[in-house]
Every structure is written in structure tokens, then in C-alpha cells.
């Protein structure tokens, strides 16, 4: 594998968590987007019942009704050849009962989770809600049964929530279609769920079916188009999951290279993660990131989000009021301002200092524009990024207080552009593995921040304030307290 660091916990090898960020920043853009895969571990911490307890506990009760007691033979032969729906499949042959008292068992065993204890999720809820967010722009596939992500989002978070199922309608079109609409979370079922246990896909015959059945043939061909044309992300798979495993064989030898790329964010610790990963990995082309809890989670939500607003341009909703940030009349460059404050806001600095420069490049004749502010931008970036071109950024700085009228503003303007840029934020993956995020503090661009902040006429309360912080970042705690 190109990108690798040796796994000790399992003896394989799995991509960084700084290179699987450098491929989405790369990869997304306005004609490629994500399906998000969500599988039983994304819901690992609210501790919703495996497999091997859901058929453990059948067995128990065909025990109990029907008196079959040969379950332990069938549990025992559980491992990565002979998988739970095949058991699932024997078992009800042996005993002769019908696929819907299973599919019934299932929904009933499930739906003791209906109502939402809010203070058991706790800090869990906002990766629910980051889900949501990310749905305006990613499709969501999950092939729980559980109606956990759904019934999160309605009774805490008032979302609505609109449900595809294998079996629905123009299905291409109606899911797979354009994913514009904002104001509900669409999410396909794709092994069915407890609202309609008839649509469950629980034996390894549910799964040759839904695989190879002519009449999933259209579903069959979106899913195969979705792997040629978007990144898929599965979270929450242990990627034994039969379904899953064909799809993705089947994609690459339909596509070769062609295809883009499949990610395994793989929440190390669950029990179902216990074997080999490596030979999956290599005949699917498919990349695994190892997480160990729901804050991995969450900062992988955050930064794809952040990917999106960068890369789709959707920066307008980011800056708190359009009015106050307003600099200009031209609308073509105000856009591309807000889109720089954006990228200012979220740390992306390099990318700010592009759009920064297309601006003065293609704008820079018109009137009726606050170029200081724009200037300020510049100047302060080319000072950070780049010792052999302080004359330039000073020029800029230089240039942009010449323009100010409130000299005040533009003082504060800089010092606050320069605190940003001190701040750099980093994520890698630290000597045991665990996704780190690290905040590190430039103390030569503190001093600048300071130097501007202290050369304000009038020093109100919030200036007071970014002077302490300047003198806490640089270590002088002498003058803070």
C-alpha cells in the first residue's frame, strides 16, 4: 500500500488519517460526491445487540417454542467462511419455519430502542446531527435494521426523514438522482428495516437474491454507477457483511482503476473486527482508517464538511452576517471575499491566499471596494507563508492602513488576521495509532498580532482581552496576571 502504518493491535497495515484527508481534499470537487455506508458500529456506544447475541437469543427462543436444541452446533461453526446469515438460512430449514417469524423476531427484538434516552447518547448527538448535515451533499446508505439514526434525528432534533428501501419505485431516480434537498435526511435502507420486517434481508438466500435476483437488477446498476462515480466511505463495517464485500468485488472488476476510491473507517475494539482485514482490503481496492471512539468520528464528520464547503463553494451560510461583511457592490467579488473569510475561519490558508489573489488579479480596477480588508488578508498570509517575500507583504499591510479611514479598524483587523494565522491545527496519527488533533501556536505571529492590537488609539474590553490571550500563547505570564 502506498500510504501505510503498521497496525500492532492486529499486525496489518492501514492507511493514515493524514493521508485519507489529503485524498478527500483532493478527490472532492463539483463533479464528484460521497456515499456515506453507515453499518452496526456507528452505533456501537449506544449498545444495540451483534449478530451473534441476535442469533444466540433466537436460537433460545426456538428453543423454548419449538424445542430445537441443536442451535449450539450451528453458533459453534460461526467464522469467516460460514457467516450469520448462512446460519440464519440452515437453521431455518432445518426447523421448517417461515422467513417471517424470524424477520419478525428481529423487528420486535429491535424496537425496544424506539425511544431516545438523550442523556445516555450524551456527546454522541453530535455526530448524529453532523450525519445530518453531511446528507446535503452525500447520499447515506445503511443496512441496519435498527431505526436509531431515524428516530435520533425526529424526536431530538426535529428533522424529517425521508426512507428508501430496495424495493421502492425509480428507485435511480427518486435516491440516486440529485441530492439537492436540505430539509430532511434521505436515507436508503438497503437490507430493508424493523417499519417493514417483510423487507428485512436476514439468510444468505435474502443476500444471494438482492445481490443477483433479476428484479434488483436496476438497484444492482445504480449501486455499481454510485462506485464508478462517488467516493464511498462504509463506517461501522467490519466488511464481512457478504452484501457489501460482492458489491465492491464486483465493482472492480466492472471498473478496474477506473472506479474511485472506497474508504473502511473501522472502529477498532469491536468484537466483529477480529480477522484478517488485509485480504479483503486487496481484493477490493478498498483503503482502511482505524478510529477507537465517537470524537475520531466526529472530527472525520468536521473535516468532511469543511472539505465540502471548500471545494463546492458553499461559503455564504459560513460568514455570521452577509451585510457586515459586505465590501463591495460587485456581487462576482463579494462572493469570493465571503468564500476568503471562510477559508481564513477554517485554517485553510494556503487556499485563502489563492482566492485572495485571484481577487486582486481579476477585480482590482473596480471602485466602490474596501481594498484594505483585502489587502490586510494578503499581506498578513504572505508574511506567515513565506520569509523571502516580507517586502511584498509589507507593501500590502502598508497598503492596506494607508486605505483605512478608521485606522483603529484596520489595526484590529490585521492583529486579529495575524492571531489566526498563528494558530495551525493538525491532524495525525499519534504513536498508539489514536486520531490526534493538535493545536499549535506560532509565538514570532503572536508578537505580530500583539504589536497591532497594542497599537489601537482605544483599547476597549475584547482588544484587553486579545492582548492577555497574545501574552498567555507567548508564555509572559508575568503581565497577564
Known amino acids: 500500500m502506498k500510504y501505510g502504518v503498521k497496525n500492532d493491535l492486529r499486525g496489518d497495515t492501514y492507511m493514515r488519517l493524514e493521508d485519507f484527508m489529503k485524498i478527500i481534499d483532493k478527490e472532492i470537487n463539483q463533479d464528484t460526491n460521497v456515499t456515506l455506508f453507515i453499518g452496526a458500529g456507528f452505533s456501537f456506544w449506544y449498545n444495540l445487540p451483534n449478530w451473534k447475541r441476535l442469533l444466540l437469543d433466537f436460537c433460545n427462543e426456538l428453543e423454548r417454542k419449538y424445542g430445537y436444541k441443536n442451535h449450539k452446533d450451528i453458533v459453534d461453526k460461526i467464522d469467516n467462511t460460514y457467516t450469520i446469515p448462512r446460519a440464519f438460512t440452515d437453521i431455518l430449514k432445518i426447523t421448517n419455519i417461515d422467513k417471517s417469524i424470524l424477520q419478525e423476531y428481529i423487528a420486535n427484538y429491535l424496537n425496544d430502542n424506539k425511544n431516545i434516552n438523550k442523556r445516555a447518547l450524551g456527546a454522541d448527538l453530535q455526530k448524529y446531527k453532523l450525519l445530518f448535515n453531511l446528507s446535503r451533499n452525500c447520499r447515506i446508505i445503511t443496512t441496519n435494521f435498527d431505526l436509531l439514526i431515524e428516530n435520533i434525528l425526529r424526536q431530538i432534533f426535529k428533522i424529517k426523514i425521508k426512507k428508501f428501501y430496495y424495493d421502492t419505485e425509480n428507485l435511480n431516480k427518486q435516491f440516486f438522482g440529485d441530492i439537492s434537498n436540505k430539509n430532511e435526511l434521505r436515507i436508503l435502507k438497503l437490507h430493508g428495516d424493523i417499519e417493514r420486517p417483510d423487507t428485512m434481508v436476514v439468510t444468505q438466500d ?28 462504509f463506517i461501522g463495517y467490519s466488511m464481512r457483511d457478504e452484501n457489501i464485500k ?103 490558508y494556503k487556499k485563502c491566499k489563492e482566492v485572495i489573489e485571484e481577487i486582486i488579479n481579476q477585480f482590482e480596477e473596480c471602485n466602490n471596494t474596501k481594498w484594505e480588508y483585502i489587502y490586510m488578508i ?26 483605512g479611514k478608521d485606522k483603529d479598524d484596520i489595526y484590529y483587523s490585521i492583529a486579529k488576521t495575524y492571531l489566526n494565522r498563528a494558530c495551525v491545527i493538525l491532524h495525525t496519527s499519534n504513536i498508539s495509532h489514536n486520531l490526534s488533533r493538535h493545536i499549535i501556536q506560532d509565538k514570532k505571529i503572536v508578537t505580530r498580532a500583539l504589536k497591532y492590537f497594542e497599537k489601537l488609539s482605544v483599547k476597549n474590553r475584547e482588544v484587553n482581552y486579545h492582548i ?14
Open 246 to 348: 460482492r458489491l465492491l468485488l464486483t465493482n472492480k472488476n466492472i471498473y478496474g482503476k477506473d472506479k474511485k476510491m472506497s474508504f473502511v473507517i473501522n472502529i477498532v475494539g469491536e468484537k466483529i473486527i477480529s480477522y484478517d482485514y488485509s485480504i479483503v482490503r486487496n481484493q477490493n481496492d478498498v483503503e482502511e482508517i482505524c478510529v477507537y471512539g465517537q470524537d475520531e468520528i466526529i472530527t472525520i464528520f468536521q473535516y468532511l464538511q469543511d472539505v465540502f464547503k471548500i471545494n463546492k463553494n458553499k461559503f455564504v451560510s459560513d460568514v455570521n452576517n452577509f451585510n457586515e461583511n459586505n465590501i463591495t457592490d460587485n456581487f462576482g467579488l463579494q462572493m469570493e471575499y465571503l468564500k476568503a473569510l471562510s477559508l481564513l475561519r477554517m485554517r485553510k
Open 468 to 481: 492577555l490571550d497574545c501574552y498567555q500563547k507567548l508564555g509572559d505570564y508575568d503581565k497577564v496576571f
Open 378 to 403: 494578503y499581506g498578513v498570509l504572505l508574511d506567515c507563508e513565506n520569509s523571502d517575500k516580507k517586502d511584498e507583504a509589507e507593501y500590502y499591510i502598508n497598503k492596506a492602513i494607508k486605505l
Open 206 to 233: 435474502d443476500y444471494d437474491l438482492i445481490i443477483s435476483g433479476k428484479e434488483y437488477k436496476l438497484l444492482n446498476d445504480a449501486l455499481r454507477s454510485n462506485f464508478a462515480q462517488n467516493i464511498n466511505i
